[in-house]
């Protein structure tokens, strides 16, 4: 295993993926959405180490870079709720009616 990967391996900050990777990022954004973007990366990273078993560090990183940008950019076009990648965006509220299951009889 290259000295890079094993330097990716350790960290644990969003900013210090952004800054490994050297992706430009807004400060304030990732404030907000960090653990959505978190996730999202962690979900592509899977992907990647599932689909590509016989890659070398240097390409696994590369595509861990890409994942690393995709993740940043779903938040940029999408939401956390709509994205729904944890459980408290899955569950339905108790004890609340939504207009749309009210009917005119």
């Known amino acids: ?7 990716f391996k350790q960290i644990v900050d969003a900013e210090e993926y952004f800054e490994f990777f050297q992706i430009p990022y807004d400060q304030k954004f990732v404030n907000v959405n960090r653990l959505h973007i978190l996730k999202k990366f962690s979900q592509f990273i899977k992907e990647i180490d599932d ?4 890659i070398s560090a240097s390409e696994k990183l590369n595509k861990y870079r890409e994942a690393l940008q995709k993740a940043y950019q779903v938040f940029l076009e999408s939401t956390p709720q709509q994205e729904k990648l944890f459980k408290v965006f899955n569950e339905k509220p108790k004890n609340v009616i939504t207009l749309t299951e009210i009917s005119s009889d």
């Open 1 to 7: 295993m290259s000295a890079e990967l094993d330097k």
């Open 51 to 54: 689909n590509y078993t016989e």
